[in-house]
């Protein structure tokens, strides 16, 4: 594998995602450029882009070098925020693995620890890490990351009959509390340009404000946070990838929004909030199920909700889980 500067590794941001697609057991969404480029940007700006490519861009490992009291020196990938991305990817797993420790070797000398998350612990990268360092370092797991992730088979009516009675009974009261109020509902699968994705983020940012997230400084309209998204939602457009409702009340106040992207046979839900005077009819559950239903007119297969929270088990499936191996002095 060849090092390549973070403008070189922009440009072949499409080279690098078809790897990720190509890529069995991970996490896709998340380890795609769009996910760990803004997330580098956003919150972690102080680390050293570490990016290699095989010469053929086959293999790739996608990671970057910060520096901690605890530990000194480490490398993670790009995003280690929420432990969500994979830092080596391609099709041909054992290649990979080989080569991702190789590099790794290679400059063991610029780090004191590896914090690589996102990782099966049946894969071949597991396995290889524990053969090229387990004699020599301490190595142990960190927490286990668990998705959510909602198979869409059959369309609507095929997703609901997936889900309880509760749920469908739930359901079913907020959608009529919901249409007994002057709603509507604004779909956003296309951009003109980036200056209509600044508006609807605008138009986002302004309710997430008035949600209970907004108002307890848990939004995304604080903070790095903002950035995130900010740097995130044009790269989606431009690909097509970006989805996103906004519902807006009689009066034209905008009142509830979720949006997301679609990568592969897979949407990635994003966020999803409403205003706080809304909550007893659960907008929200609203708004999830408008999405559910547009992305089964479009055929897409599956709604990867994220990272675990209660809630999104009675939305779905159990899905992936990924852990963290920590390789330290």
């Known amino acids: 594998m060849q090092e390549l500067e973070l403008p070189a590794f922009q440009a072949l941001a499409c080279t690098f995602d078809a790897a990720v697609v190509a890529t069995g057991g991970i996490d896709h969404y998340c380890s795609s450029s769009h996910w760990i480029l803004p997330s580098l940007d956003a919150f972690h700006p102080d680390h050293e882009p570490w990016i290699y490519a095989s010469s053929d861009n086959q293999a790739w490992a996608a990671m970057a070098l910060g520096d901690s009291p605890a530990v000194g020196r480490f490398v993670a990938p790009l995003e280690s925020m929420w432990g969500l991305a994979t830092p080596f990817l391609g099709a041909d797993d054992g290649r990979v693995a080989e080569e991702a420790c190789e590099v790794l070797l290679r400059r063991e000398k610029d780090w004191d620890a590896l914090w690589l998350s996102g990782l099966r612990r049946d894969s071949m990268i597991f396995e290889q890490l524990v053969r090229t360092f387990g004699a020599r370092y301490r190595m142990g797991l960190g927490p286990t990351t668990r998705r959510h992730v909602a198979s869409l088979e059959g369309g609507w009516d095929g997703y609901l009959r997936r889900r ?87 009066d034209g106040r905008d009142v509830g929004y979720v949006f997301g992207a679609i990568f592969a046979d897979t949407f990635r839900g994003l966020q999803v909030s409403f205003d706080d005077t809304l909550r007893q009819m659960s907008l929200g559950n609203v708004m999830q199920a408008r999405m559910i239903r547009l992305l089964c007119d479009e055929g897409v297969g599956f709604y990867d909700l994220g990272s675990d929270l209660p809630y999104k088990a009675r939305w779905a499936e159990p899905g992936l889980e990924t852990v963290t191996v920590a390789v330290l002095p």
């Open 164 to 250: 309880s009675s509760s749920f469908r009974r739930n359901l079913r009261r907020s959608e009529r509390m919901a249409a007994a109020r002057p709603l509507r509902y604004h779909t956003f699968r296309g951009f003109d340009d980036h200056a209509a994705v600044a508006a609807l983020y605008r138009r986002v940012l302004a309710i997430e404000a008035r949600s209970w997230k907004g108002m307890a400084d848990q939004g995304i309209d604080s903070g790095a946070m903002v950035h995130f998204y900010e740097r995130m939602l044009p790269g989606l457009a431009d690909a097509g990838h970006l989805r996103a409702i906004v519902a807006t009340e009689g």
